[in-house]
Antibody
Framework: EVQLVESGGGLVQPGGSLRLSCAAS????????MNWVRQAPGKGLEWVSY????????YYADSVKGRFTISRDNAKNSLYLQMNSLRAEDTAVYYC?????????????????WGQGTMVTVSS | SYVLTQPPSVSVAPGKTARITCGGN??????VHWYQQKPGQAPVLVIY???DRPSGIPERFSGSNSGNTATLTISRVEAGDEADYYC???????????FGGGTKLTVL
């Protein structure tokens, strides 16, 4: 079964750090681009970060640039999001999402598989 | 940055057709993807590359994209279609993925 399972969420104080993980199974992880998407309570979806299948290309939303770091370990079928200098507005459910490689337009692929999400709460 | 505009809500009676729009500057030149999200659940891809349907998604779901508007059409709406729907594109100029604000579909 194709599956993504996030972990690592929790309660953290403003200014603190947290590392999210996403374990992939049921497919060839190294062949897919990966993304993090978040959803604040009662709000819409917000794209956070993208990493290419090899890990060589990375992009971030302006709202997290300089504070968050995306990475992947294809040998471990895992995706990560290191979150530093956390703010109250980072409070959200964080989803990892898979995207097939679009050879014509890298990064344009749809998010075809999503994890169940992990909740991050930033509060004192 | 690129902005996608969706109506906050759309209401439709069972058996009728629902149309959810997604507006953006020259969106017809981009590939649009659509997601369905039910309360407490992760989003599910329902339309990709404007009009393709993933396996397992009913033929009642279709999409189109032209000019400044992309549209998700749901025919013969059922109670189980009640959900939030989001459009999404890749903005090549900023290398970012953009979501619309979402539309809550209510089945009357």
């Amino acid at each position: 079964e194709v599956q993504l399972v996030e972990s690592g969420g929790g309660l953290v104080q403003p200014g603190g750090s947290l590392r999210l993980s996403c374990a992939a199974s049921g497919f060839t992880f190294s062949s897919y681009e990966m993304n993090w998407v978040r959803q604040a309570p009662g709000k819409g979806l917000e794209w956070v970060s993208y990493i290419s299948s090899s890990g060589s290309t990375i992009y971030y939303a302006d709202s997290v640039k300089g504070r968050f770091t995306i990475s992947r370990d294809n040998a471990k079928n895992s995706l990560y999001l290191q979150m530093n200098s956390l703010r109250a507005e980072d409070t959200a459910v964080y989803y990892c999402a898979r995207a097939p490689v679009d050879t014509a337009y890298p990064g344009a692929g749809a998010f075809d598989i999503w994890g169940q999400g992990t909740m991050v709460t930033v509060s004192s | 940055s690129y902005v996608l505009t969706q109506p906050p809500s759309v209401s439709v009676a069972p058996g009728k057709t629902a149309r959810i729009t997604c507006g953006g500057n020259n969106i017809g030149s981009k590939s649009v993807h659509w997601y369905q999200q039910k309360p407490g659940q992760a989003p599910v891809l329902v339309i990709y590359y404007d009009s393709d349907r993933p396996s397992g998604i009913p033929e009642r779901f279709s999409g189109s994209n032209s000019g400044n508007t992309a549209t998700l059409t749901i025919s013969r709406v059922e109670a189980g279609d009640e959900a939030d729907y989001y459009c999404q594109v890749w903005d090549s100029s900023s290398e970012t993925r953009v979501f619309g604000g979402g539309t809550k579909l209510t089945v009357l």
